[in-house]
């Protein structure tokens, strides 16, 4: 952790207690240390290894010692408790202009409103109104507030980064001067959220200042938001931020690794490097001297490459994807990393739908699609009869699916339509169709559309009942989720995946931009669990196949390989694994 990284720490340490309604001197102690750590000029690690904290006029011997641990090892403990005290949309609330730490604890404990989306609801329903400090004026503020923060401040969905990330790299690799550039930050990870873009170019000097004028006079972007020498930053129309760095080429593979973070990762090869003597940043290797305690530059290893960086850390190259703290580091230290899968190792793909429900492409086109793809072979899976919102097919229209799925089948050629079904899982846990009908599938895809409100323990005993029937073959979007804009049900996803471990089920990863789900930290799971993912596009037309590259992003962030996925198989194969489960 950096200095502003300690400092943020402390500020929202105090912050949390001003919420919990703690003694208000302990707060300001916080705010106290905070500030002053910012306008002395030492080095923090300095002060740190030589015990200087407790010595700085105004930090007390408690929060000396948090300084101590957040130095020495990235978290506090004390911290994390007290974080974890609380809702998450404790955070988000405290973003919206105007609300501080005393109206969101009166929200929290007086109106138990937890988060941004209850208290829009609570502001329009004009529940403020009367209440304690707030008033009317307020309550539009805080309206306002949200729209704003929901417009410019909130986190973006992978793909909508993705494409604008992409063009501007596009058009900055094309630019006279550029020697390398590269996608790094979350996007390079692959999470499923994007906070802002992250752009890296390594140039010869002269062009530089020419470049960052390229990149702020872009087409797409909205507003320039600030220059240095070697970093500006833009807002772009669709309101992310866009942060461009320009570096020395050989620095860039240092820029490269540290620009790509995680953060936690990145604290994790610090310390690796330390304990071999060198001193790693975005700029490149330096030997700490341990008798005068100054780095110097002599003898560095250098590095052309981010692998070149891991090798002389003794580490394995360690994938972007999997740079989370999550593991990684010690996989990487003891050969133990995956062979992470790839879009190309995909055969074909389960759970499209079609317009015999809600899908905008006829059978035919979508199998002519998947062929292109260069698939072997797609599962259809539409909507079951009570989903009659998205024309879900009654017992009839089963049949008639079914013999169009057999024509076509006898004339494809090289390519095979899998029969099967989305039915949707009743809320006792009963499925959508008689048994007689799912025996008609060849996979059955499981999955909750409707009575979201079940609590933890009736949604996960919904789910595992649903899991125990044997046509079910995958089970779909586990959590319900919609990234940025629908929290998923309660459930116990760790009971879940259990149940499809001993039930020899599938999970699906649904790699609808807006779903994700499984998510990526419960795929290590799994798989360690042995069940077997299906990387699924949940598909409503031609363009909608091509979403499965999201969910072999996720799969590749959660350590899968492509023995884990089943969808890396060949159709015989398939049709062994499917009837296996009956
Ligand atoms: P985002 O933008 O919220 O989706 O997530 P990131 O990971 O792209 O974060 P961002 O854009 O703030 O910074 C890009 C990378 O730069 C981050 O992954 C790690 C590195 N980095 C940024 N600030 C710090 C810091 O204060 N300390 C350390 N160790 N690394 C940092
Ligand atoms: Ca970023
Ligand atoms: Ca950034
Ligand atoms: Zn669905």
């Known amino acids: 952790m950096n200095k502003s990284d300690i400092t ?29 750590l910012a306008t002395i000029p ?13 010595n700085i006029k105004g930090i007390g011997k408690s929060i000396a010692s948090i ?20 809702p998450t949309g404790v955070f988000e609330m405290l973003k919206i202009p105007g609300i501080g730490p005393k109206k969101v604890s009166f929200l929290l404990y007086n109106l138990k409103i937890q988060s ?20 009317k ?13 929901k417009k410019h401040s909130s986190r973006f969905l992978y793909n909508v980064a993705e494409s604008s990330a992409a063009e501007i790299l596009d058009i900055l690799k094309k630019q006279k001067g550029v020697l390398r550039a590269e996608i790094a930050g979350s996007l390079r990870r692959r999470k499923e959220t994007i906070g802002d873009i992250d752009i890296l170019v390594s140039a010869q000097k002269k062009y530089i200042s020419q470049l960052m004028d390229v990149f702020t006079s872009y087409s797409s972007v909205e507003r320039f938001i600030g220059k240095g020498e070697t970093k ?22 240092f820029a490269l690794n540290y620009f790509t973070g995680s953060k936690e990762h990145n604290v994790r090869l610090r310390s690796i490097a330390k304990d071999i003597g060198l001193s790693l940043n975005e700029y490149g290797f330096t030997i700490i001297d341990s008798k005068s305690k100054k780095s110097s530059k002599k003898n560095i290893p250098t590095c052309k490459t981010e692998k070149d960086i891991y090798k002389t850390l003794g580490l394995n190259y360690i994938e972007p994807e999997l740079r989370e703290d999550f593991g990684e580091i010690e996989a990487s230290q003891h050969n133990k990393l995956p062979k992470l899968i790839t879009l190309n190792d995909l055969q074909g793909t389960f759970h499209c739908h079609t317009t015999y429900s809600d899908g905008k492409n006829t059978l035919s086109e979508m199998a002519l699609a998947a062929q ?29 699916q079914l013999n169009e799925i057999d024509s076509l089948n006898a004339k494809l050629k090289n390519f095979y339509i899998f029969k099967g079904t989305e039915v949707d899982i009743l809320p006792n846990g009963e499925l959508d169709y008689s048994d007689k009908i799912l025996s008609s599938f060849e996979f059955v895809v499981a999955s909750v559309h409707s009575n979201f409100s079940l609590n933890e323990k009736e949604m996960t005993k919904r789910i595992i009942r649903a899991l125990k029937n044997k046509y079910v073959t995958i089970l779909g979007h586990l959590t319900g989720r919609l990234l940025l804009q629908r929290e998923e049900y309660q459930l116990n996803k760790i009971d879940i995946i259990n149940a499809a471990a001993d039930y020899g089920k599938i999970i699906e990863i649904n790699s609808h931009p807006m779903r994700l789900d499984l998510d990526w930290r419960l795929c290590k799971y799994a798989k360690e669990k042995g069940v077997k993912i299906s990387i699924n596009p949940d598909a409503h ?20 390989e492509k023995q884990d996925v089943v969808n890396t198989l060949s159709v015989d194969k398939i049709r062994k694994l499917f009837n296996k489960s009956r």
Not at 15 to 34: C, H, M, Q, V, W
Not at 541 to 560: E, F, H, P, S
């Open 116 to 135: 941004v989306e209850e208290l829009e609801s609570a502001c329009k329903a004009g529940k403020l109104e009367n209440a304690a400090g707030f008033g």
């Open 137 to 149: 004026k307020t309550q539009e503020n805080i309206l306002h507030g949200i729209e704003f923060l």
């Open 42 to 54: 030492d080095d923090i690690n300095r002060l740190v290894e030589e015990q200087e904290i407790q």
């Open 232 to 253: 500006s930053s833009v807002m772009l129309k669709n309101g992310i931020n866009c942060d461009l760095r320009i570096v020395h080429d050989n620095e860039f593979p």
């Open 372 to 400: 292109n793809i260069g698939w072997k072979y797609l599962g259809i899976a539409d909507h079951s009869k009570v989903a009659v919102y998205a024309n879900g097919l009654d017992a009839k229209r089963v049949t008639q």
């Open 8 to 36: 943020n720490t402390l500020d929202e340490f105090g912050t949390l207690l001003e919420i919990k309604g703690e003694n208000p001197f302990k707060s300001r102690a916080f705010y106290n240390a905070s500030r002053i």
């Open 67 to 86: 300084i101590e641990e957040l130095v020495s090892t990235g978290k506090s403990i004390e911290f994390e408790n007290l974080k974890n005290e609380f």
């Open 541 to 560: 037309n031609i363009k909608g196949l091509n979403d499965v590259r999201y969910g072999v992003g996720i799969a590749r962030k959660g350590w899968l």
